[in-house]
């Protein structure tokens, strides 16, 4: 049995509100790897973006997010995980992969801006092009997809821990 659960989805899916409810209640750890990114680099996460750029963001996000050992936790990584191939691998190892899916119109509603939020575009890219884009990537690494629209967050978590006891954690 892969004793972690690693939630995958866009930004403002709630991977780390949902998240720390969720370990709460199943009596697990949780780490939000933003978190870890920030405290390994010394700084807020835009500012890395800005110093290193995108890509340099991504090769960091990579390798805090592949030499994560935990057991009994739940682990919160940021949306752009998906990117990094042997970080995925890894939580596919060690964990169940649980993507928070919700429709662009929810996600959009959620985020007035996209880049306050620290959403990295590349040049010419809309939000709706990175949706869809990641969306790809969170349902080919999903291990259980739990879809919140319609739901309120109390739902959502209900129906994630039903989906996780379904699975037989």
């Known amino acids: 049995m892969r004793s972690n659960l690693i939630f995958i989805g866009m930004p403002a ?5 949902i998240g720390v409810v969720v370990a709460k209640r199943l009596g697990m750890h949780f780490i939000d790897t933003d978190l870890l990114i920030q405290e390994q680099e ?16 991504l090769k960091i996000e990579n390798q805090v997010n592949r030499d994560v050992n935990v057991k009994n936790a739940v682990i919160s990584p940021g949306g752009s995980v998906v990117y990094c191939h ?9 964990g169940t992969v649980v993507y928070l899916k919700a429709s662009y119109q929810t996600i959009k509603r959620r ?7 620290g959403v990295v575009l590349r040049e010419g890219q809309t ?5 869809h884009e990641r969306t790809k990537l969170f349902e080919q690494y ?25 699975l037989g954690k």
């Open 111 to 117: 985020i007035r801006s996209p880049r306050k939020r």
């Open 42 to 57: 010394g700084r807020l996460l835009r500012e890395i973006i800005a110093d290193v750029g995108e890509d340099g963001f």
């Open 86 to 94: 042997e970080a995925m691998q890894h939580f596919k190892e060690i």
């Open 142 to 166: 999903a291990d259980i997809t739990v879809c919140e629209d319609g739901y309120r967050i109390e739902q959502t978590i209900e129906n994630v821990l039903n989906a996780v006891e379904s």
């Open 127 to 131: 939000f709706k092009d990175l949706y």
């Open 13 to 17: 899916v709630g991977k780390s509100t």
